[in-house]
């Protein structure tokens, strides 16, 4: 990852506390039976995010570089390891739902004693390297907000009584219709991708190196609900020869016949979200959400478009300014295109929908760039051995924190997640 | 089940209430996350528990006989229903550990409701069901605390960290020796088998009816630590010879090399238990626990010796005095032959740890009754569906209320199942 | 097994001739690519079971009788193991359709090899015990006679050409009407079960033992196909209150809404036989067939009865005349209760379709009798490890071979299997 | 795939005669039996290659394009379809080793009655659509003659008497010592990819677009026996570190300590091919083959290279004269790296196994080309729908036609896949 060395520590502190305080913030409407749920394969704990966040700036930071730490813990250490393999063995993901204790409260306090020692290595001991770490800390905490929101959207939609997340807002209300769609055509040759300039960004963002584009067309927003509701009621999810063949795989086993959160009561769809269970206002601009790659590829099959590239995608987003989380604006669902379009400033022409609303899935296998070296030790297990079997996500959705969202970022989920909030923007020659 | 009415009304409110605060009771060490954790696929959260004993009521009983009944909250009639088919659907049993909502508080609100509403019952509609259904959810709460048991002991077994559901106890210090193992004889002829007298008792137990038994002999104590210990050290489960074909399965799949809650560190047995991870002192009399169907049918082969049927077990056990609950005297493991021989007043010659101790496997797979007739209507669910693939257990364990424990009771498990308080008796020819 | 020592080894020199010949016979109608095919997890390919018994007779005698024996092909002492452990490991059962060499000829000749090893053992060392293994090897090979057809109806029946066995024969056309249900009483008491006299038995036919019975009705025919249809018709795979828990699982996930090899199409019923496909004719008294322990006890709930336990089966069916296999009398299916009636000469009062027709699945769970001792050394495992999860049947089916039929024999197989000839027959109070 | 068109219709029916026949000389070394094999998910049993590549000519040529043909059989339009949901559902792929019927025998017959139909049709409507069909034919054939080997394979090796395909041959004595490893250093910059010219080629090869690619070298050869049993002796197959995420999880689940066809004996390995099992002599140049994507990955880490992409191969490959068939040639392992150089005419400074040793796995995910078409109607599923979960190999195995051997040939194979002749080149920055 790039540096932060030109960073001030004083920054970076107040960076790492209000990320830290972000994190606790987003776990207050949850009991500590909420925090206790663990839905679907993908997902943890709430509880669980919270102690992972602090094992990893104590693994990392506290234990190597600050003189004299005494674990809060050390059993924690086993326990709240993620998938590490060069520290040691850790628990199986499955099991992590059956750790009652530490309790919420012990691991509030685990916190704290880590918040301290990061406070004090910051103190004495900031070189390059621990601040290098702790920017790393900070952005892996934001990575774990959003998986706690897409978390806890899980575990409420498997709970029969449905229970919502926060109250229903302004945004639910927000009843633009969408714009037809448009597009916008690129030039393409021969491009850079990756991250360049000097802020933080992950491994597998870097080296930026050249890609070679052939001319291609970017649709200038996000499918919409309405427009996946007529795929589905042109028989989308009952055609194999719309579908890869993994994909007609995963639709036969899981009986997929919708997104994720949709579901049809007295003939209606009603859309469960952050704000509880809704009717789903077919009339808005909002954009589909939570479907699968294959469903994305499908789509857009039926659509005689294609998925964008990731490259193409970059090419597009480069140099324009990423928008606010929308969680922090009110919002918690993808929000319809102008209204996102407004904190883009984007004009009528332009392309919109690009950052905050929703991962918007690429026809790119996430594979190592050129040159690609993951970062030395333990944290070379961040990124690099996950480059097998998952698609790139490109954008940032209306659960990922604003400072985690650059037109560089390389999201990846294998072909058939839908737990998070995942659309599509097409493309075309 | 036969009728509680020569019983006042009075005395079945005062045992409805006792058991209703005592299953709180017995939650009363665990934290809202302890109670909601399922640790293996048998097990249910706690917190479950206490919901669906409280539903058992309000279906049963509330819905039915008590004019202008308001439901706590409709929902609950779905969410905390077992397994009773003909009532709807209900959730997959994997799912309970999703549910963080209702809460622990809201739970017991709604237990307070259905409370209420049992007591008005009694007052306004004590007619001969209704005082025949509220002795039936007694017994059923009862059967609950004891699961509640064996589920937290295997919920903290699988937390790494190892906590104790209840403080080291006097029971711990107990070291007195195993007596040598004797056995006492019967002379079997036409016996009967079932429930007698006017006491509850399920329907699996009835009708009382003939048994033919050839002569036989029990031993007077159970298999212990110690000698289990022994066939380990005689490669007992490295032998094929010595178990069922489908117990070698297990233990090949399982990989099982001991007893659930043993564990080898350094070479040294220990043995988790309600009051944490202690040593296996293999010296005490205390009889093994936790162990299959296929592992005790395997330790008799060894031993040269069998299992007794269920019928053999009743008739030596009828008319034997049952001990009380060993939890409630302050102990939490199943206890050396002696400490309970005393409660059982047996003298040196009687057979001794029938009541109370383990739960012990009979090579009787469990069936109906000639004549058996399941309840009327959906209680007809209760025991009847289960009569396929299960072996009887007798006795009752050391987490067994012990007005849940009497001679004619059937317990029933898989023959694979270890997380009860499992054990052995052996029996010959 | 009790001993055939009063016989002439004469006598079972043409026995096991006989049985030899009988099991190529039965190879005449298939190909080598037959005889490959392993299309359910409980078949064998017929060329498995043409070279497995000749392993049993090497294994078992020629091995340890005959001195100075060559073995055909030493790596076949492990290749045709069963799950026979205590001599080595063997292959998965699910490789046997792997094994395309040796070739059928191979095999062939490795059965000559192995009958002229028992000649010779016959003549120079006919001592008692190698009598008996010679007979309970007839008694082997019998057995695979009849899974071997039982085997190719399956593999036949996923072969969507459906090809088969035999050309339809005479007993196709029979349409006689069945009789109306009758039931015979039976006064129970102190009955004796399990193999009496000097004829050959099974380690689990015995001891002959005493049980205690109450009184009893047995319907005096099978449960016939057009009966079973009316419970098809009445709802009977839909109504979750008939059946069993577990059996109600495998309704569920097997999506079970017939017999085995029962097909709808166009509305009307097709069976598939060893004579191939054809028009299922409700008319006739041909008994329902491939029903699994939970369809029949589901049917038997549904109709207002029971099935029978195993020794109230034996106690009715003792003394009665074993009919002739049905296979050798030219049929193939389960023949209606009169034709098959003439061969038992039963007069109209009598009960009819003990022998011969189905298997009959009873209420009793494959236990060992009291005092039962399996055979020595490793012919112990043939039967005594599988004594857990299984359930008896009684009586032989039509594809069981006369010799192989008697009052005391006990069948065994998992409540869900149904690729065996079994059938229903219903028992009351 | 491109046109035919400018070959005469003389050449094609020579090439199909030519095709055709050689499938059949495939089979000579098998029995009925060993045609039935199927051993492993990835294979199907030679007879059903034998018949779904004649099923093939039928219906995408016959049905179509011949006035007045008649089917052999209707059934098989069914029976013999692989995956091609366009024309109805077909049989699951773990089946065919179900279908005993029809026999070889039959099979042949339907071969010969769609060859008379092709050479009709050949002569009758000789039209560009039909000459590119049968081409097309063609090479669906040669691509089954290569599963057909690679199936034998695994079924010879699942067989635990190990019978050879063949006899030993002389390659089997090839000595010769591997070279020093070496590279080639390649420029990179603006290169094409895909198929250029007038051959046949898969939609998959078009359409010829640009890439940029980075300098790179690539090992001259492929990655050798003694090589690979290095990383082996030095814990390769233990230590997480080398590996991704779902490698090591392949690894562990599957137990891979070497790649498919080594075992250890009495502390030597030995090597399963074709001709047989053989000891593995890691003296000589031959390269490891049957490991998967998962192993040449972390072998390229292990040696502090990494695997190249599949536009550096092809950029490296293009120009170059692919290879004879080694199976034609007499071998039937992939050979040492100058046996085959030889018929490469490769320098010293050359890069040498190219073609026709080993496919090489490369670090592409298989994806379409910009501007990608698949074929229209049914034959679009022939490729396209694959596009998922799949890496690109390139260069074709010793049991590759040589026909079917180019530099824009792309193969692709989940990641864990082993049982194909798949080795590894190594590429540096």
């Known amino acids: 990852m790039s540096t932060a060395a030109s960073r001030p520590q004083l920054a970076i502190s107040e960076r790492f506390h209000a990320a830290r305080c972000r994190t606790q913030a987003l776990c207050a409407p949850l009991t500590p039976e909420d925090m206790m749920v663990q839905s679907c394969p993908e997902a943890s704990p709430a509880k669980w995010h919270l102690a992972h966040t602090a094992w990893f700036f104590e693994s990392f930071i506290l234990s190597e570089f600050l003189p004299g730490y005494r674990a809060f813990n050390h059993e924690y250490s086993w326990l709240f390891n993620s998938y590490y393999r060069s520290f040691a063995e850790f628990p199986e993901k499955k099991l992590r739902s059956s750790f009652s204790r530490p309790g919420r409260d012990e691991v509030v ?140 795989d995963a639709v036969s086993q899981n009986r997929w016949k919708a997104p994720l959160y949709w579901s049809k009561r007295s003939g209606e769809w009603s859309l469960f979200t952050l704000r509880g269970e809704m009717p789903l ?40 300014q990423a928008c606010g989380n929308l969680m922090d604006s009110g919002m918690l669902m993808p929000a319809p295109a102008e209204s996102c379009g407004a904190q883009e400033s984007a004009t009528d022409e332009g392309i919109r929908q690009l950052f905050g609303d929703c991962w918007e899935w690429t026809a790119s296998a996430y594979l190592g760039y050129p040159g690609f070296e993951p970062l030395a030790g333990s944290l070379g297990e961040y990124n690099g051995k996950f480059m097998s079997g998952q698609m790139v996500l490109r954008g940032g959705s209306c659960a990922t924190p604003q400072a985690h969202i650059r037109s560089s970022y390389r999201n990846f989920f294998g072909p058939e997640t839908r737990w998070q909030f995942s659309g599509i923007r097409l493309a075309r020659k």
Do not use: K
């Open 109 to 248: 306090r685990y916190r704290e004693h880590v918040d301290e020692g990061v406070a004090r290595v910051l103190e004495v001991n900031p070189d390059t390297e621990v601040l290098r770490r702790v920017e790393l800390g900070v952005n892996h905490e934001e990575q774990h907000q959003e998986l706690l929101l897409t978390d806890i959207l899980n575990a409420f939609f498997t709970n029969p009584l449905r229970p919502a997340y926060l109250s229903a807002g302004p945004c639910c209300a927000d009843e633009r219709r969408a714009s037809a769609p448009g597009h916008v055509e690129f030039s393409g040759g021969l491009v850079e991708a990756g991250m360049s300039g000097s802020g933080f960004c992950y491994d597998n963002e870097l080296p930026r190196h050249r890609v070679w584009l052939e001319p291609y067309a970017l649709s200038d927003r996000l499918v919409t609900n309405e427009e996946f509701a007529e795929f589905i009621a042109d028989g989308g999810y009952e055609r194999p020869e719309l579908w890869l063949s993994a994909g007609w």
């Open 281 to 320: 206002n077919l009339m808005t601009a909002a954009p589909v959400s939570h479907v699968s790659y294959y469903e994305a590829d499908a789509y857009a099959r039926w659509a005689g478009r294609r998925l964008p590239t990731e490259f193409e995608w970059e090419a597009a987003a480069e140099g324009q």
